[in-house]
Structures are given as structure tokens and as C-alpha cells.
């Protein structure tokens, strides 16, 4: 069964550093999405992705955060310079093949620790 | 805009006792409504869907969920539980034919003890 796939599954940085997490959405889905999880908190919606651009994002995803879909299958966020703040598990999403019903599949998630 | 609201943080039970996970929603237009189950350092693994059709939905691992429209509810029923089910639930909805985010509960903690 196809699944979304993401890397790396734990990233560490120090305070100001960029990072870039990456995503491999399912083949033919259309619709991107990025979730965070602070830890013991619920899940949060970050931002959604299609036809090459943002179509939603929340309040949480100011300046220093930003997506791209570089090549056609990699669907990435960037942060440009972390805050302690950020350290929380981030989550891709996709949905919506050619006969999409609004189901959204997500990956492993991938643990940021800022320190 | 949608709220969801899951009523209990942490639902103990023994195994093999029946068990209901409550979930409710606030939306002014219709909602698609999921649970998905996360299981200790995983990610989110969808349970079960409600679309259209039947209020009753069946999902994996024996779960099931009834969607009751004049209550707003959601709730996630299992008849008997076994310890592999320990993990934390969480409820959500999407609006439908809008392919944007997902609104989640705060999550339930199911603890199987045996």
C-alpha cells in the first residue's frame, strides 16, 4: 500500500539554525499538508499545498517557515531560523487522488529538537 | 470555523471490556469526520472515515463509530479490548469537498491494563 514517507525521522539543531524537513507524499495525490505535535499537545495544522502553491496556512506558520515542492515528488518545510519554541514532532500529510474524498494520509512524523 | 472537542483525556479499562471514546464537533457547514490512532514514537494511522452513507462505519482492528448529526457526534466503539489497543485516539474533521486542514481533539489516552 502506498504511505507517505518522511526524513529524517529525528532532527536536532541549536537555536537559529535552518532546517529543512522532508516529505515523499503519496504518487498521485494533489493536496500537501504540514501538521505539528508539540509534545503532550493536540495535533495542529501548519499548512496546505496545491498546484504549487499555499492554499491555507495558520497562524503559526509566520516568516520563518515556508514549503516547496522542489522536484515533482519531495514536498518540503523549511525553518529558517528555529526557536525552542518549534521543537515538537512535525507531520506530512496528502490527500486527493484523481477521485479524492478528503482523507488525508500521514507519515512517521519527524521529531525537531531545538536546544 | 470546526472545534472538536474530546471529552476524556484518559480512558483506563481492563482487557476485553468494551470501551467508547467520546467525540464531538462544532461546524457550520458538513464536516468529513476520522479517527486515527497513534501508537507510542508513530505517527497518525487512519481507524475509520465517515463520508456520506451509513452513520455506522467499521474500521480496523474491530473498531467502529457512529455519527449521530443532531448530537454532533462522533464516538469510537470497540466491544472488547485487547492490550495491543493502548495508544492515544485522536478525532478530526475536514469540510467536505474542501481539501484543506484537518481540525483535531486534544486526543484520548486508551490504557488496556491487562
Known amino acids: 500500500e502506498p504511505e507517505v514517507t518522511q526524513t529524517p525521522s529525528h532532527q536536532v539543531t541549536q537555536m537559529g539554525q535552518e532546517v529543512i524537513l522532508r516529505c515523499v507524499p503519496i504518487?498521485?495525490?494533489?493536496?500537501f499538508y504540514w501538521y505539528r505535535q508539540i509534545l503532550g499537545q493536540k495535533v495542529e495544522f501548519l499548512v496546505s499545498f496545491y498546484n504549487n502553491e499555499i492554499s491555507e496556512k495558520s497562524e503559526i506558520f509566520d516568516d520563518q517557515f515556508s514549503v516547496e515542492r522542489p522536484d515533482g515528488s519531495n514536498f518540503t518545510l523549511k525553518i529558517r531560523s528555529t526557536k525552542l519554541e518549534d521543537s515538537a514532532m512535525y507531520f506530512c500529510?496528502?490527500?486527493?487522488?484523481?477521485?479524492?474524498?478528503?482523507?488525508?494520509?500521514f507519515g512517521p512524523g519527524t521529531r525537531l529538537t531545538v536546544t | 470555523a470546526q472545534s472538536v472537542t474530546q471529552l476524556d483525556s484518559q480512558v483506563p479499562v481492563f482487557e476485553e471490556a468494551p470501551v467508547e471514546l467520546r467525540c464531538n464537533y462544532s461546524s457550520s457547514v458538513s464536516v468529513y469526520l476520522f479517527w486515527y490512532v497513534q501508537y507510542p514514537n508513530q505517527g497518525l494511522q487512519l481507524l475509520l472515515k465517515?463520508?456520506?452513507?451509513?452513520?455506522l462505519v467499521k474500521g480496523i482492528n474491530g473498531f467502529e463509530a457512529e455519527f449521530n448529526k443532531s448530537q454532533t457526534s462522533f464516538h469510537l466503539r470497540k466491544p472488547s479490548v485487547h492490550i495491543s489497543d493502548t495508544a492515544e485516539y485522536f478525532c478530526?474533521?475536514?469540510?467536505?469537498?474542501?481539501?484543506?486542514?484537518?481540525?483535531f481533539g486534544s486526543g484520548t489516552k486508551l490504557n488496556v491494563k491487562p
Open positions: 504518487s498521485n495525490h494533489l493536496y
Open positions: 465517515y463520508l456520506s452513507g451509513s452513520t
Open positions: 478530526a474533521v475536514g469540510r467536505v469537498r474542501n481539501f484543506n486542514k484537518f481540525y
Open positions: 500529510a496528502s490527500s486527493g487522488g484523481s477521485t479524492g474524498s478528503g482523507e488525508q494520509y
